[in-house]
């Protein structure tokens, strides 16, 4: 079969005929879309947070306070025993 010659399976419609022929005779479709510009994503989620009424510091849990303090007393005591 030429390039310009159709099969009959290809003339008799898509319901009959062979389908891995007609793929072969099927030209892709070359399809192209512009790329978006790139995003600043600290710039995003820095807006997002002042928008929201969540934004600022997080309140420590009570456990980890604990151990903060804990660390900081003994951090201190460290100083004192040296000096």
Partial sequence: MSARQL???W???PSQGNPRKRQRMRQ???LSAAAPP????VAMALAARSA???AGKH???SGA?????KVALQK???RQEDA
């Fill in 7 to 9: 099969s009959r399976e």
């Fill in 38 to 41: 790139p995003r600043n994503h």
């Fill in 59 to 61: 309140i420590r849990q």
């Fill in 28 to 30: 892709p479709l070359a």
């Fill in 65 to 69: 306070q604990r151990r903060a303090d």
């Fill in 11 to 13: 003339l008799q419609g």
């Fill in 52 to 54: 929201s009424n969540a």
């Fill in 76 to 78: 201190l005591l460290r």
